[in-house]
């Protein structure tokens, strides 16, 4: 059982540079997260999917855009990578329609992404 | 003010000794708890999780939340090198589709 399947696993850009982070769950989810993660910041959402066609607004949403594409995957994008954007993403999904499952979340194993 | 607040570390005991972690938070409005482990390079994993006040126990983790103090903490009997980690709290409100709050986490290390 996959469960939540993040790609690259590594990534280094230049300034400016464009690139999409994909990931993919198997459990059916209906909710899908994207966070990013640096040192003594913690876990920040980025943008969240509560279900197939509608995406919200994190936190830290400058700069990045995503797309449900489908159940399954929800994808981020950088259009114009910045320095500050350096950082761990991690994506996630839950059943958080259920109360008694509410924030229960199931990680990828994150995207190390260097900005130059 | 930071929604929760953790205690970064990092923490080093030995092997066998018991282990606390703590986290306070300032909404009182929060109902659920959790804690979460992350191992080095690896995604967070569900370790705990607790509605309301209270206690919690699964084999040698105990969870337990205090909502009058706003007071969350993890212990760890019997502590084994495998527990190293870096454990994150996240709380929850109860108004619908509620996102997480994650505190910073703290680095645990077991001394063998």
């Known amino acids: 059982n996959a469960g939540v399947t993040q790609t690259p696993k590594f990534q280094v850009l230049k300034t400016g540079q464009s690139m999409t982070l994909q990931c993919a769950q198997d459990?059916?989810?209906?909710?899908m997260y994207w966070y990013r993660q640096d040192p003594g910041m913690g876990l920040r959402l980025i943008y969240y999917?509560?279900?197939?066609?509608?995406?919200d607004k994190g936190e830290v949403p400058n700069g990045y855009n995503v797309s449900r594409l489908n159940k399954r995957e929800f994808s981020l994008r950088l259009e114009s990578a910045a320095p500050s954007q350096t950082s761990v993403y991690f994506c996630?999904?839950?059943?958080?329609?259920?109360?008694?499952?509410?924030?229960?979340?199931?990680f990828g194993s994150g995207t190390q992404l260097s900005v130059l | 003010q930071k929604e929760v607040e953790q205690d970064p570390g990092p923490l080093s005991v030995p092997e066998g000794a018991i282990v606390s972690l703590n986290c306070t938070y300032s909404?009182?409005?929060?109902?659920?708890f959790m804690w979460y482990r992350q191992y080095s390079r690896k995604g967070p994993e569900l370790l705990m999780y607790?509605?309301?006040?209270g206690n919690k126990e699964d084999g040698r983790f105990t969870a337990q939340v205090d909502k009058s103090s706003k007071y969350i903490s993890l212990f760890i009997r019997d502590s084994q090198p495998s527990d190293s980690a870096t454990y994150l709290c996240?709380?929850?409100?109860?108004?619908?589709?509620?996102?997480?709050?994650f505190g910073t986490g703290t680095r645990l290390t077991i001394i063998p």
């Open positions: 996240a709380v929850q409100g109860n108004f619908g589709n509620e996102k997480l709050t």
């Open positions: 999917s509560a279900s197939e066609g509608t995406t």
């Open positions: 459990m059916n989810h209906n909710s």
């Open positions: 909404n009182s409005a929060f109902q659920y």
């Open positions: 607790t509605y309301s006040s």
């Open positions: 996630a999904s839950s059943e958080a329609q259920a109360s008694d499952r509410k924030g229960k979340l199931f």
